[in-house]
């Protein structure tokens, strides 16, 4: 389930692939790791990437070596997305691509209606739930722990509001598209009185309201 609506800008995933030539050089040798890796990209976007707008951009490596060089790239395969080297060498690690566009595609859009990421394990999770129910406001649970995607998501909106060095607990939770933070803003916001949780760790908390 996707969290923004899709962005008008697509990503771009770039593969340099083992083909082309330069001079008298010619690869005639296909490369059954940047066939691998191609698979692995198309597979990607239909599964964990579903609904994000990406453009794939093949390219053969010998007609163009120097292209990927200034991003550290010089053995194909290489993928780069949004001009940030992601994998090269051997075959693509889907998990990798997956959090590289899921990274790229946070940064470009805006979250929609109602969100809590959380952990079944989590009794914040639990009661935040409850307390979004129980004021009769749908929204979109996202298990961080069960779904790679959401885990990714999660980390790439939050970071940048709370700083890269603030530990990320859960749950995170958007109203409306606006973040609100952690169990203890939602109480804030719904006027709810929130339980400590003291094997809960420091929380991230959204920039107090003008």
Same mark, same amino acid.
């Given at each position: 389930?996707?969290?923004?609506?899709?962005? %008008?800008?697509?990503? &771009?995933?770039?593969?340099?692939?083992? %083909?082309?030539?330069?001079?008298?050089?010619?690869?005639?040798?296909?490369?059954?790791?940047?066939?691998?890796?191609?698979?692995?990209?198309?597979?990607?976007?239909?599964?964990?990437?579903?609904?994000?707008?990406?453009?794939?951009?093949?390219?053969?490596?010998?007609? !163009?070596?120097?292209?990927?060089?200034? $991003?550290?790239?010089?053995?194909?395969?290489?993928?780069?997305?949004?001009?940030?080297?992601?994998?090269?060498?051997?075959?693509?690690?889907?998990?990798?691509?997956?959090? %590289?566009?899921?990274?790229?595609?946070?940064?470009?859009?805006?979250?929609?209606?109602?969100?809590?990421?959380? $952990? !079944? &394990?989590?009794?914040?999770?639990?009661?935040? $739930?409850?307390?979004? =129910? !129980?004021?009769?406001?749908?929204? =979109?649970?996202?298990?961080?722990?069960?779904?790679?995607?959401?885990?990714?998501?999660?980390?790439?909106?939050?970071?940048?509001?709370?700083?890269?060095?603030?530990?990320?607990?859960?749950?995170?939770?958007?109203?409306?598209?606006?973040?609100?933070?952690?169990?203890?803003?939602?109480?804030?916001?719904?006027?709810? !009185?929130?339980?400590?949780?003291?094997?809960?760790?420091?929380?991230?908390?959204?920039?107090?309201?003008?």
């Amino acid at each position: 389930m996707s969290v923004a609506e899709p962005a %008008a800008v697509p990503v &771009t995933i770039t593969l340099y692939r083992w %083909a082309g030539a330069w001079g008298p050089f010619k690869v005639s040798i296909p490369c059954g790791e940047c066939s691998l890796t191609l698979d692995v990209i198309n597979d990607t976007l239909a599964c964990e990437l579903e609904g994000i707008p990406v453009t794939v951009d093949v390219r053969e490596w010998l007609s !163009e070596w120097w292209r990927p060089l200034p $991003k550290g790239g010089w053995h194909a395969p290489i993928v780069i997305v949004e001009g940030r080297l992601v994998s090269q060498g051997h075959a693509l690690n889907r998990g990798v691509l997956t959090e %590289a566009v899921i990274d790229a595609w946070a940064r470009r859009s805006t979250p929609v209606g109602n969100h809590l990421f959380g $952990k !079944e &394990t989590c009794p914040h999770c639990v009661r935040a $739930k409850g307390y979004l =129910a !129980e004021a009769g406001m749908e929204f =979109a649970y996202h298990d961080v722990v069960r779904d790679p995607r959401a885990l990714y998501e999660m980390l790439a909106r939050v970071k940048p509001i709370v700083g890269p060095k603030t530990p990320i607990t859960v749950p995170q939770i958007w109203l409306d598209g606006v973040y609100v933070g952690g169990a203890d803003m939602l109480g804030k916001v719904l006027e709810r !009185e929130v339980e400590p949780n003291p094997d809960r760790g420091r929380c991230s908390l959204s920039p107090p309201a003008a």
